[in-house]
């Protein structure tokens, strides 16, 4: 649940949201040529970029004196796991409750 | 990727009335002894989805990871349907993304088949209230990399 929760509040902002995009359309930039034209200070910039590694939604690498960062479009696969979760989370109640309405019915049976 | 968000659907017949399995989905008793997956184990809860108004259910897992989740019964609609809000708390407590479960069911035979419907939340209002419609932003990203 943790890293889920990283992943959308990471995304529930403008601004990360559209590096993101950003980096999803143009692969690996530096942190220079993002969100460029924005009235946005490159501290601000780092500082999101922070927040996107952390939640794992981009990458970054080292090339000489730049650094250089790119989506992990991989990430939004925890979104896919957490469908799947809550698909789980009820189907496996669904047992439960048949089970227990079953022993409900044939007390006797237990 | 396209349809990880597609709300989840799960129907399931029972051999028993309505009104009968309608308990079992609403009553607390009832609900503790099926309520999460095998080896979950509630240690504390409101759980009581036989009035509108605010219920909890915190869990444990096998190896002691903590769920917990809360939420506000919306309707209840004896024996047909219950309907609530549903969100997960993270470590800290902050409660996160709401979405919405209904409980349906209808008369199938001799018996009583349960509809069990787990949606995100409706888009406009909610969406700018919580993450600035992180299902459409999600959408789009989903798009981007199929």
Excluded: C
Aim: no cysteine.
């Amino acid at each position: 649940m943790k890293p889920l929760l990283k992943t959308f509040s990471a995304l529930a902002d403008e601004t990360r949201m559209v590096i993101v995009e950003q980096l999803m359309q143009h692969g690996e930039l530096p942190a220079g040529d993002l969100v460029r034209g924005a009235s946005i200070t490159a501290p601000a910039i780092s500082r999101h970029l922070k927040v996107l590694r952390e939640a794992g939604l981009v990458a970054q690498r080292v090339d000489g004196t730049r650094r250089l960062y790119s989506a992990r479009p991989e990430s939004l696969q925890l979104i896919a796991d957490w469908t799947q979760s809550r698909r789980a989370f009820w189907d496996s109640s669904l047992d439960r409750l048949e089970a227990a309405l079953l022993e409900d019915l044939n007390p006797e049976d237990i | 990727m396209s349809d990880v968000l597609n709300d989840l659907q799960l129907d399931r017949s029972f051999p028993v009335s309505p009104e009968r399995l309608f308990a079992w989905i609403t009553q607390g008793d009832k609900l503790m002894q099926w309520w999460g997956p095998e080896g979950i184990d509630v240690f504390d809860h409101a759980l009581d989805l036989t009035r509108p108004g605010a219920y909890f259910a915190k869990m444990r897992g096998a190896e002691g990871q903590q769920y917990h989740v809360s939420g506000q019964v919306t309707h209840v609609s004896p024996p047909h349907s219950v309907g609530f809000t549903w969100a997960w708390h993270d470590e800290t407590g902050t409660r996160g993304i709401e979405s919405h479960v209904t409980f349906t069911i209808d008369t199938e035979g001799s018996g009583a088949r349960l509809r069990i419907q787990h949606r995100d939340l409706p888009t406009p209002e909610l969406a700018e209230s919580h993450a600035k419609g992180w299902t459409s932003t999600l959408n789009k990203l989903a798009s981007k990399i199929d």
